[in-house]
Each structure stands twice: as structure tokens, then as C-alpha cells.
């Protein structure tokens, strides 16, 4: 019961902060009364909810939700970090409720046999987590280069 609760204080804190009037831009340095009452009841609701074993999470982003502009905007990064990835992880947490911790490659494998709710909420849960990774704001990412043996692949296939 303890994991359901964490993962609906987080599905709500990040419901909160999803349609909230706060801007998408990075963080200034300063902060508004709205947004310091905001992140303080955030951090109060986390914070009084006990920690459950078990329980995923919606990694943080390494970069703000607008960095990806032109290619992906600010608000659908939102959306899709603070609202589908964390319905994933709810409902991988309620899937694994009661049974050991695993990390979640290791989930993973067996996730044929686990069936729906940890194939899908699990699977949903590890891709996105690799998607945030793995994506950089375009002017990191011209300074990237695929690895000699994709290059080569990716040569091979397209030309």
C-alpha cells in the first residue's frame, strides 16, 4: 500500500506541475512566491509519504524542457516526462507491489512471462529512461559521432 501511495504523490506532484502557469523556461535564479509555495508542498508531499521498496521513478531530465526546441517543444517534453512516463511508473509500481526489488533490466527479462502490466508499464518505464539519456539539445549532439561499427552499419544500409 505504501508503494501506491508514493507512486500517486509523485503521479500528483507531476500532474501539478504539468498543467501548472508556471514558464518552461530554465530557471532564472529567481523565484516567484507561487513557485517557491509550489516546489516547498512538492517537496512536503514526497517527503511525508514513506519510502516504499520497490518503487520506480521518473528520472529528473538533464536538461530543461525547452532544450530540444525546434525538434521536440517544451510542452510536449512536459507532458510526456511529467505525465506518460509517470503513468508508467505507476503502474509498474502497482504491478510489482508486494514482491521483491529488482532493477528493472532485470524486470525486464522476464517480462514476456510477468505478463501485460510489467511487460508494457515496465517496458514503457526503461524506454523512457533511456530516451531522456539519450536525448541532448541539438548543439550537443552536433558534436556527437556514432561509433565506427554504426557508422558502418548505418552506411551500409542507407549509403
Known amino acids: 500500500m505504501a508503494k501506491l501511495s508514493v507512486a500517486l504523490s509523485v503521479l500528483l506532484?507531476?500532474?501539478?506541475?504539468?498543467?501548472?502557469t508556471?514558464?518552461?523556461k530554465a530557471q532564472t535564479g529567481s523565484n516567484t512566491r507561487r513557485e517557491i509555495l509550489q516546489k516547498g508542498a512538492a517537496l512536503a508531499?514526497?517527503?511525508s509519504v514513506p519510502a516504499a521498496a520497490n518503487a520506480y521513478a521518473?528520472?529528473?531530465?538533464?536538461y530543461p524542457f525547452e532544450a530540444l526546441e525546434p525538434y521536440i517543444d517544451a510542452p510536449t517534453m512536459k507532458i510526456h516526462h511529467d505525465k506518460h512516463h509517470a503513468t508508467y511508473v505507476a503502474n509498474i509500481n502497482k504491478a510489482t507491489e508486494g514482491k521483491p526489488d529488482v532493477d528493472i533490466l532485470e524486470l525486464q527479462l522476464n517480462a514476456l512471462e510477468a505478463g501485460p502490466a510489467v511487460r508494457n508499464n515496465g517496458g514503457g518505464?526503461?524506454?523512457?529512461?533511456f530516451?531522456?539519456?539519450e536525448m541532448a539539445p541539438p548543439e550537443?549532439?552536433?558534436?556527437?559521432k556514432p561509433s565506427a561499427e554504426l557508422?558502418?552499419?548505418?552506411n551500409k544500409s542507407f549509403g
Open 13 to 20: 506532484v507531476g500532474s501539478t506541475s504539468a498543467w501548472s
Open 131 to 133: 530516451f531522456w539519456d
Open 22 to 24: 508556471i514558464s518552461m
Open 125 to 129: 518505464h526503461y524506454n523512457h529512461a
Open 151 to 154: 557508422e558502418a552499419m548505418i
Open 140 to 144: 550537443e549532439a552536433k558534436k556527437t
Open 45 to 47: 508531499t514526497v517527503a
Open 58 to 62: 521518473v528520472p529528473d531530465l538533464k
